[in-house]
């Protein structure tokens, strides 16, 4: 109360089918209190792990919000809601943040107390994206700098990069509530603090990256008579490839090739047999390249880009 909990919609718990039962997996929820929260002020949780979300396209989360105070004073947009992706807490971060959709009390409709306006679904291109424009911007704009928060409105939410954030070497995720700043008169926001329950659920990684890869080997032996014996190799693998038994993400993040000569010479052979001489000659010669799928010094951006 006053808010039934239920489960998002088009979500179904997954069974795991035991040897003598059947047992509905857990689901991956999480409730977030805070009242008194002061205009501008911000409160979270995080988690950290180490992760590279490269072969992944979109983060998606359903979010619920409702009033917690003794009164059902908490309007659409009085809060948001974000989600912040990085290496670290404030330095070098991606930020997601959604205006808050509030559920009414008393509601008992799935899609009300889960409102699709609240729905979390981060495009992993988007976040690059941003990345590269505020990059650009710093070059043409000397004031600008890279410890500077750079906003752009997307779709209606507002996306941040702080820092060189890297998806390749997510440490921490953060999920929080903000209460944002009144910053003039004018403003509509009203500057007081507020009381709110946010839930957020199934936070999940989605569409990742299936562009397959191929790899060959070819190899040819040569035998000139007794004189020589030459053997040239080579091999080539591209972006993607990987073993049965890899996963996603392990698969090739480069692209290869290579080949190698080998000879042998019996140089004696052009002299006199009655002279004894043998000159034996060796040569071998090998070249190989590896063409990055990512940019060394931003592992985030692919090279090409």
Sequence with gaps: TPIPYVLPPVIDRQVIFGASNLVQQNEQSLAIYTCNLKDGDARAVFRNLNMDMRTYGHLKMFVHGEAAGDFEDLKHGD??????????????????????????????????????????????????????????????????????????????????????????????????????????????????????????????????????GWAANARVTAKLADFANISVSGNTSTIGFGSLDQSVTERNKFEAMAYDLQSNFEIGKFFPQETGIRIPLFFGYSEEWKNPMFNPLDPDIEFDD
């Excluded at 997601?96 to 409102?115: C, K, N, R, S």
């Excluded at 500077?148 to 939410?157: E, T, W």
């Excluded at 509530?177 to 403003?187: A, C, E, G």
């Design 79 to 212: 809060l948001n809601v974000f989600v912040r992706l990085g290496s670290d807490y404030n330095k070098n971060f991606y930020e997601y943040e959604v205006p808050l959709q509030v559920t009414p009390w008393g509601a008992t409709d799935p899609w009300m107390i889960w409102p699709q306006l609240n729905y979390v679904d981060i495009d992993f291109e988007v976040l690059k994206s941003i990345k590269l424009e505020r990059d650009r911007a710093i070059q043409a704009n000397p004031n600008l700098s890279r410890i500077d928060r750079y906003r752009k409105i997307v779709d209606g939410k507002e996306i941040s990069v702080v820092g060189s954030p890297n998806l390749g070497n997510v440490r921490t995720v953060m999920i929080g509530i903000r209460n944002p700043k009144k910053l003039s008169p004018q403003d509509p926001d009203d500057g007081q603090p507020k009381c709110a329950e946010v839930w957020v659920n199934e936070l999940r990684l989605t569409d990742f990256d299936e562009r397959g």
